[in-house]
């Protein structure tokens, strides 16, 4: 009797100790996270402007323009979940608001708006290493200092008064709600 339950007892403890699948793969995972990790960082610091360096990241054949982008104070990028052989990465976004190149009337447009989002991107083995996938359904995450940029851009010397002062708002709202350190913690 006793020694079915140690039996029993063992085989649920291997059970619960086994590693999960993505455990059992650390360096496939560290590849993933890495591919990530440069798409995020190239996101975040051009507005995804799709150059040949981003393009090599993804494998959407869709790559849309976007007229909004979401201001970001930093990310998270979560563990490594199993998909098949493929891998989902969960990436935590805090948020300090939505700038909108061209808002109601026309000119740019910042809203602040603090949040945390959770977006799950897969990462897929493809050209001997691996890619993004579907990241054409997600807006451009952008660094404050990304979107500042942008918006001088937007406003030049021969732009209309109206412009001008639009940009100068959106300019001091994006500096005043997101961080001043704009670099990302990644975990």
């Known amino acids: 009797m006793r020694a079915g339950r140690f039996v029993a007892a063992y ?5 619960v100790l086994q590693p999960s699948p993505a455990d059992t793969q650390p360096a496939a995972c560290a590849g993933a996270r890495a591919v990530l990790k440069r798409f995020l ?6 507005g995804r402007k799709w150059t040949p360096q981003l393009t090599s990241l993804v494998i959407d054949e869709d790559n849309p323009g976007w007229d909004t982008q979401l201001v970001i104070a930093r990310y998270a990028i979560g563990p490594c979940q199993t998909a098949a052989q493929d891998f ?5 976004y805090w ?4 700038l909108t190149s061209a808002g109601e009337n026309g000119l740019p447009l910042f809203i602040p708006s ?3 989002e959770r977006v799950t991107f897969d990462v897929v083995h493809a050209d001997r290493g691996f890619k993004i996938r579907n990241v054409g359904f997600v807006s451009p995450r952008v ?3 990304t979107a500042i940029a942008e918006l001088k851009v937007m406003a030049n010397e021969r732009a209309p008064a109206p412009r001008q002062q639009a940009v100068r708002t959106a300019t ?3 500096r005043e709600t997101a961080p001043s350190a704009a670099s990302p913690i990644v975990r």
């Open 11 to 15: 085989a649920l403890l291997a059970a």
């Open 41 to 46: 960082e190239l996101d975040a610091t051009t």
């Open 88 to 92: 989902r990465l969960p990436v935590t």
């Open 95 to 98: 948020i300090a608001g939505k």
């Open 114 to 116: 603090l949040a945390l």
């Open 143 to 145: 660094y404050p200092d």
């Open 172 to 174: 001091q709202l994006v």
